[in-house]
């Protein structure tokens, strides 16, 4: 996730950290920030063509699966623009953040692109100090409108409704559950839409949701474990996995409560097989990927919603190649049938899904 999840609300790490993180960042400034780039396999020279863009994610990229998809983005927004390989500069805390933001501003490339909640007033005060400088905010957007921003949002809700669909006509204990990085109006777009729509395909199916909180809730796989093993021990034989990179903890409570679980951003079937139902799709590669084109072209300044209708979400169980995915949903054609058709309805409009955010 970035999760898509993908995004204000980040909790302040330990001070140890922060001072490695300054002297990280300050390293970075030293080098342009290169070895950001170099460790994600990014050259970051800009050589090979006159376009430049830059990635900012909030947090190392490492095993979460929704910046990984932000990096694809940029790649191919770089190989379609004919640009030279984009940087990639991974933060690790608010003080790396601002220096990073700040190093790719002086470096002026065509368009930085920052994944995250955590850029929104970042992505304000840069925009305000170098209205000439293109900015592309991902999964968030500014409180005010600038010249110089374009923002990339998600309907997240569409397709956890959805997955939620599955789970109601899948479930035998008639319980679901979730498993959400934060108590917040944002996330609980992972757990209010998967339960009402597990109680749309099945009547008389309760829920519950538990929030992983603490010092890292985007990264704590252990509490992530601990929070899934009390809701499957309530009943609940279907659950979403909302924790982020804590989702590896979700996944393995699965297995050893004998539940079955739901993944975020990209195809998680696939490092948990035999655990996993389907995922909510966060594309967040196409929302990078056709932002940055959207700016070239010069009709930026606007903010794009990805929902199901415009291809920024989706499940996997939805999308070419399912048999091969790994995701237990590949065994019930039925349910996938079921489930396309009130995908189409929401694409239609027949079928409007509450937003917890709204």
């Known amino acids: 996730m970035s999760m898509s999840l993908h995004r204000s609300l980040r909790v302040s790490r330990r001070t140890s950290l922060r001072l490695s993180s300054l002297a990280v960042g ?34 190392p990229v490492a095993q979460n699966e929704f910046l990984k998809l932000a990096v694809s983005g940029v790649k191919s927004a770089a190989k379609a623009q004919g640009a030279g390989s984009p940087k990639v500069f991974q933060s690790s805390d608010t003080s790396s953040r601002q220096q990073n933001v700040q190093s790719a501003v002086d470096s002026a490339p065509d368009v930085i692109a920052l994944v995250g909640f955590e850029f929104a007033d970042i992505a304000a005060q840069q925009a305000e100090a170098h209205p000439k400088q293109q900015f592309l905010l991902v999964d968030a957007c500014t409180k005010k409108t600038y010249e110089n921003v374009t923002c990339a949002v998600f309907r997240e809700h569409e397709a956890v409704y959805l997955a939620g669909a599955e789970a109601g006509l899948l479930t035998k204990s008639k319980k679901v559950g979730a498993v959400v990085v934060l108590d917040s109006v944002q996330f609980r777009r992972y757990s209010d839409p998967f339960a009402a729509g597990a109680k749309k395909a099945r009547a008389g199916v309760k829920s519950r949701t538990l929030f992983v909180g603490g ?144």
Do not use: W
């Open 26 to 59: 300050a390293a970075l400034l030293a080098t342009g920030c290169n070895a950001a780039a170099k460790k994600d396999g990014s050259g970051g020279d800009g050589n090979g063509g006159d376009k430049a863009f830059t990635l900012i994610t909030p947090d």
């Open 215 to 358: 010092q890292s809730p985007f990264s704590d796989a252990a509490r992530a474990k601990d929070q899934a093993a009390t809701v499957g021990s309530g009943g609940a034989d279907q659950v979403m996995a909302a924790a982020a990179g804590g989702n590896t903890g979700v996944f393995q409570a699965a297995k050893d409560k004998g539940f079955e679980a739901y993944g975020v951003d990209a195809n998680q079937c696939v490092g948990s097989p035999g655990v996993v139902v389907d995922n909510v799709l966060k594309k967040t590669d196409v929302a990078v990927e056709k932002g940055i084109a959207q700016i070239l072209k010069g009709k930026g300044r606007t903010t794009v919603s990805y929902g199901l209708k415009e291809g920024g979400m989706s499940l996997t169980g939805l999308e070419p190649g399912v048999a091969d995915s790994k995701c237990l949903i590949a065994d019930h054609k039925d349910v996938l049938k079921r489930v396309e058709s009130l995908r189409d309805d929401i694409v239609a409009g027949k079928l409007k899904v509450n937003d917890p955010a709204a």
